[in-house]
T-cell receptor
Framework: DAKTTQPNSMESNEEEPVHLPCNHSTISGTDYIHWYRQLPSQGPEYVIHGLTSNVNNRMASLAIAEDRKSSTLILHRATLRDAAVYYCILSMYSGGGADGLTFGKGTHLIIQP | GAGVSQSPRYKVAKRGQDVALRCDPISGHVSLFWYQQALGQGPEFLTYFQNEAQLDKSGLPSDRFFAERPEGSVSTLKIQRTQQEDSAVYLC????????????FGSGTRLTVV
């Protein structure tokens, strides 16, 4: 699986937008970009995924660069409950793949009240 | 149930003891995965089932680790002769299938080997 690079941690204020970057310069044409988050003492939770076009759902937006070598997860209005580790993952399957998802260390998002 | 259920939530084992960790996936979910998560790290893939068939066990760290899903629903991860390095959170995830987006993870079993 192609590798992703994320900042170790980011800090933001409550009720402000948060932009979480992810670099994936070796992404292949068939790789989907997945985002999961993990709240303390819980398993990871699906956030969003996309292939080429920007995607929106009730949790977040995913902005994908035109060359697909980077992407940004956007939380439009962060709350304290969004404090978590966010993982950016590539997989050739829209569903994640038969070998599972390859998690890195992710970005630890800290939300200040 | 509404989500993936794992039991026990916490397990303390003496070194050398055998343990069994249980995963109840969402009903109807074909794919089931086990992951191991060490403190401060992301989850690492252990093994994958499609229904009752174990299609990939390349992530199992040693032959002391064994997983089964005999009827294609509940799965058990067994660790024989536990060692201190086995201490971790063990996560189970399920999905409708490879083409269906979004794995649903359980809350995990935290195993501590003393």
């Amino acid at each position: 699986d192609a590798k992703t690079t994320q900042p170790n941690s980011m800090e933001s204020n409550e009720e402000e937008p948060v932009h979480l970057p992810c670099n994936h310069s070796t992404i292949s044409g068939t790789d989907y970009i997945h985002w999961y988050r993990q709240l303390p003492s819980q398993g990871p939770e699906y956030v969003i995924h996309g292939l080429t076009s920007n995607v929106n759902n009730r949790m977040a937006s995913l902005a994908i660069a035109e060359d697909r070598k980077s992407s940004t997860l956007i939380l439009h209005r962060a709350t304290l409950r969004d404090a978590a580790v966010y993982y950016c993952i590539l997989s050739m399957y829209s569903g994640g793949g038969a070998d599972g998802l390859t998690f890195g260390k992710g970005t630890h998002l800290i939300i200040q009240p | 149930g509404a989500g993936v259920s794992q039991s026990p939530r916490y397990k303390v084992a003496k070194r050398g003891q055998d343990v069994a960790l249980r995963c109840d996936p969402i009903s109807g979910h074909v794919s089931l995965f086990w992951y191991q998560q060490a403190l401060g790290q992301g989850p690492e893939f252990l093994t994958y089932f499609q229904n009752e068939a174990q299609l990939d066990k390349s992530g199992l760290p040693s032959d002391r680790f064994f997983a089964e899903r005999p009827e294609g629903s509940v799965s058990t991860l067994k660790i024989q002769r536990t060692q201190q390095e086995d201490s971790a959170v063990y996560l189970c995830a399920s999905s409708l299938g490879l083409s269906y987006y979004g794995y649903t993870f359980g809350s995990g079993t935290r195993l501590t080997v003393v």
